[in-house]
T-cell receptor
Framework: GNSVTQMEGPVTLSEEAFLTINCTYTATGYPSLFWYVQYPGEGLQLLLKATKADDKGSNKGFEATYRKETTSFHLEKGSVQVSDSAVYFCALSGSGGSYIPTFGRGTSLIVHP | NAGVTQTPKFRVLKTGQSMTLLCAQDMNHEYMYWYRQDPGMGLRLIHYSVGEGTTAKGEVPDGYNVSRLKKQNFLLGLESAAPSQTSVYFC????????????FGPGTRLTVL
């Protein structure tokens, strides 16, 4: 079956540091890949997505590239801010004709001033 | 557009009591989902629906029932609440034409004493 594995957190950084959150997946076919963000006390919201190999999704300074050869979709940001503190979820859907998404367990990011 | 809304936002139940959580979406989405979120467990799918009048079990369906009588509404019922059902519940919706990007509600925090 499908699975998504994220690095465990929390990830603790100082403001303006470089961020990488690793995500790898197992799936059949060519799924779409997503990063969702959950701010404290809120629901998840889509941060970025990529629908085919070598696509790069980007939003709010975050980027992730769909790497089929390494089955990865790592999230990066060049300079984090305190306001980026949140939980980040990697997810996939559309694998094997199924529209039921598979989420990773989430990675908490804490950014200190 | 209000997007996805959930009612209520908070609820405290005693063991054995029943309740219904309401999810409504105004985006004309075909698919709707109920998840629970517990610390360290990420999101786990309870039930989902691929259209009006249809429902299916997800990863953790025991102790819950659902109904989708109208396309815009998805109800989650707990017939006899247990402390193990203390959690934050999220509803989401999606459409196949948007490559299954999920839109989430703000969540319902349920405590069962």
């Amino acid at each position: 079956g499908n699975s998504v594995t994220q690095m465990e957190g929390p990830v603790t950084l100082s403001e303006e540091a470089f961020l990488t959150i690793n995500c790898t997946y197992t799936a059949t076919g060519y799924p779409s890949l997503f990063w969702y963000v959950q701010y404290p006390g809120e629901g998840l919201q889509l941060l970025l997505k990529a629908t085919k190999a070598d696509d790069k999704g980007s939003n709010k300074g975050f980027e992730a590239t769909y790497r089929k050869e390494t089955t990865s979709f790592h999230l990066e940001k060049g300079s984090v801010q305190v306001s980026d503190s949140a939980v980040y979820f990697c997810a996939l859907s559309g694998s094997g004709g199924s529209y039921i998404p598979t989420f990773g367990r989430g990675t908490s990011l804490i950014v200190h001033p | 557009n209000a997007g996805v809304t959930q009612t209520p936002k908070f609820r405290v139940l005693k063991t054995g009591q029943s309740m219904t959580l309401l999810c409504a979406q105004d985006m004309n989405h075909e698919y709707m989902y109920w998840y629970r979120q517990d610390p360290g467990m990420g999101l786990r799918l309870i039930h989902y629906s691929v259209g009006e009048g249809t429902t299916a079990k997800g990863e953790v369906p025991d102790g819950y029932n659902v109904s989708r009588l109208k396309k815009q509404n998805f109800l989650l019922g707990l017939e006899s609440a247990a402390p193990s059902q203390t959690s934050v519940y999220f509803c989401a919706s999606s459409s196949p034409t948007s490559r299954d990007e999920q839109f989430f509600g703000p969540g319902t925090r349920l405590t069962v004493l």
